[in-house]
């Protein structure tokens, strides 16, 4: 009979309804305690659901992890593609200037922060997802992942010819951390200044992000993509 309930809901405006409410509950604990130490029954609770609904339309845990994924990266890897197909149109076939590939690549995140109703989850969702133990996270993350890492590394590596493959693979490497870290621990930074240095408006600190990232970057490239010793 339960059953029954959900399946008529799931096919009217209530039950997408619903569903964003279940994917609402979910992002918010997700982003505060993480995807491993989140139950089903906490998200319930959250968003007032019973487990049939959450296994009407997501099946398991691990589909209702990959929807959340989906929602959040979705957007900001089509507007990363969007920046970086404009950007190489304009090039013309030379190489796009670095900071701004960069850029390509960081600013759909920090748009996203402030441009969606969900914006307080974001950055934290964000560091959880990079650092949430376990094959879970890769297996679904990944996938999302891997076709804007193909279309920019081709990019990159046209900017910073001297730099290796591998060595490529590093810069991204430590520029994702960077950015996470920026993004999920502000509050570092008040403790580093001891409270006396605030977290800028997101243009400026894109600018920072940028300004480190491409200095390393420019920096293992010089040494021809070496590994430092």
């Known amino acids: 009979m339960t059953e029954t309930v959900v399946r008529m809901e799931s096919a009217s405006p209530r039950g997408a309804e619903t569903r964003e409410r279940i994917l609402d509950a979910a992002e918010r604990l997700f982003a505060e305690q993480g995807v491993s130490n989140t139950s089903l029954r906490q998200i319930t609770r959250e968003a007032d659901v019973n487990l049939a609904a959450i296994n009407y339309h997501f099946q398991s845990k691990e589909q209702l992890v990959s929807s959340i994924i989906r929602r959040l990266l979705d957007p900001i890897n089509e507007r990363r593609i969007q920046i970086l197909d404009a950007l190489e149109d304009t090039a013309r076939g030379a190489p796009v200037e670095l900071e701004s590939l960069l850029k ?9 922060r402030d441009n969606s109703p969900r914006a307080l989850n974001i950055p934290k969702l964000y560091g959880r997802l990079h650092s949430e133990p376990g094959e879970m996270i890769a297996r679904f993350f990944m996938p999302v992942v891997a076709p804007v890492v193909a279309r920019f ?75 430092c010793a």
């Open 153 to 227: 590394t081709p990019a990159f590596r046209k900017s910073l010819p001297e730099l290796s493959e591998q060595e490529l693979v590093w810069q991204v490497h430590f520029t994702i951390g960077a950015t996470i870290h920026t993004l999920a621990a502000p509050q570092t930074l008040a403790v580093l200044t001891r409270g006396e240095s605030v977290m800028e408006g997101w243009p400026d600190l894109l600018e920072r992000l940028v300004t480190f990232c491409a200095g390393g970057m420019r920096a293992a490239a010089a040494k021809g993509g070496r590994q």
């Open 104 to 112: 390509a690549f960081l600013l759909p995140i920090f748009e996203a």
